[in-house]
């Protein structure tokens, strides 16, 4: 009899899945609306993701063994349903390895002191993080083990070491009225359902044990966030030199303008080992999902010659863009967040379900209550963040 996995243990795995690379940013590009409206963000933005993620539950209970969200999409769908998928997908996936990348040659141009310049950072972190992409899944599973450890570690002694040079007045700043440009950055850092197929079989497609799981693991993440704002904001100050709304013009990542203000060089390495172990698990989860999405999708073996032609697939469009745009991080995961995430992981398990319980008739065991109301609403602030991802995307554009 197979391991059936625990609340636990599938909690761990949702939480896993939902921190990492996008953590980096969420202060930096948060920071305009200030400490309690990203809160109250991230904390409608839990519960929006939290539902959305027991809708794909609902979804994999309709299917027959273990089925991705394209299979879903097509299930529920048809063909218009399964293509809108893949094209959501690969767009999501790109922009992510895309920001991942720029991201860790950031920090591999930081450790130089600038002696590597910003183009290259991205092609050194390419070239020796590359062979990621051709070892089996297993492998991985087990190196991530090890990462994930690292990670863990350097965020609570960051914690535990930062928390003395939080300045409770940085804190006080607030503006609503960017509260919605918070939402595509937190969407990216709550984002955990493409795993609730694999979840459902680790689980045993036992429904009532796997929403836990979905509940607490998803709740995890915005402890973690909470805490990281707090002191992110409590001791970088928006205005001035080396401050959060500089870090935003130039794209920076949320670790590296504290140097200028924390005179603990502990302090800032841990920050730098977290920002490391955040980007690469990011990086090796993303790149093995593309990599794995492209070879079933276009039904190419995972021989060595396959995984070398996927490895190219995967790792060289996003490298060009990296290379050509080495301060793109912070825009890469506004787009994956506000359109990708929005697009897959929002709307379409919402309309999937609506066609499923209400023109399919698979209504028998609901896993997220309120009907058509609360579906409509979900939908509703999807198609906002929408809108308004829209908004600033045209006025980039024409600005």
């Known amino acids: 009899m197979h391991y059936k996995g625990s609340v636990l243990g599938g909690s761990l795995l949702v939480a896993g899945t939902s921190i990492g690379g996008g953590m980096l940013a969420l202060p930096v590009l948060t920071s305009m609306a200030g400490f309690m409206p990203s809160i109250v963000v991230y904390l409608f933005c839990w519960l929006f993701m939290a539902g959305t993620g027991l809708l794909f539950l609902e979804i994999s209970q309709w299917m027959k063994g273990e089925a991705n969200i394209v299979s879903m999409a097509e299930h529920t769908l048809g063909k218009p349903g ?30 130089s002191q600038s002696h590597v310049p910003d183009w290259l950072g991205p092609l ?7 062979p990621l992409i051709l070892i089996s899944t297993a492998l991985a599973s087990h190196l991530n083990i090890w990462l994930v450890a690292g990670l863990a570690l350097s965020y609570f002694g960051f914690v535990f070491l930062g928390f003395r040079y939080v300045r409770p007045d940085l804190l ?15 969407f990216t850092s709550f984002a955990y359902q493409g795993i609730i197929p694999t979840l459902a079989s680790f689980m045993h497609h036992d429904a009532k044990n796997i929403r836990k799981a979905i509940l607490i693991g998803s709740f995890i993440p915005l402890i973690a966030y909470a805490i990281w704002q707090w002191l992110i904001l409590g001791i970088v100050p928006l205005e001035g030199p080396n401050g959060l709304k500089e870090a935003l013009q130039q794209g920076k990542n949320a670790v590296q303008p504290l140097k200028y203000f924390i005179y603990n060089s502990s302090v800032y390495w841990l920050g730098q080992a977290f920002a490391f172990f955040a980007l690469v698990t990011s ?11 492209l070879a079933d999708g276009l039904n190419i073996h995972k021989d060595l010659r396959g995984k070398l032609l996927l490895a190219l697939m995967v790792l060289v469009p996003p490298l060009l863009i990296a290379i050509s745009y080495p301060h793109i991080f912070l825009i890469a995961l506004d787009y994956a967040g506000g359109f990708g995430c929005a697009l897959l992981l929002g709307l379409l398990p ?7 319980r209400y023109s399919m008739n698979l209504i028998e065991n609901p896993q997220l209550p309120g009907g058509k109301v609360l579906l409509s609403l979900l939908a509703i602030f999807v198609l906002i963040e929408l809108v308004s991802e829209s908004r600033q995307l045209f006025i980039r554009m024409f600005s």
Do not use: Q
Request: charged letters at 10%; one cysteine or more; glycine letters at 8%.
């Open 82 to 111: 399964k293509y809108f998928a893949w094209i959501v997908y690969l767009f999501l996936f790109y922009c992510l390895t895309v920001a991942y990348i720029v991201g860790s040659g950031n920090i591999l141009v930081e450790l």
């Open 124 to 130: 050194l972190f390419v070239v020796l993080f590359a």
């Open 172 to 186: 006080r700043h607030f503006d609503w009225s960017y509260s919605l440009k918070v939402l595509p950055i937190a």
């Open 283 to 293: 990086f090796l989860g993303v790149a093995l999902g593309l990599r794995d999405f």
């Open 350 to 356: 919402i309309v999937m379900t609506w066609r499923g």
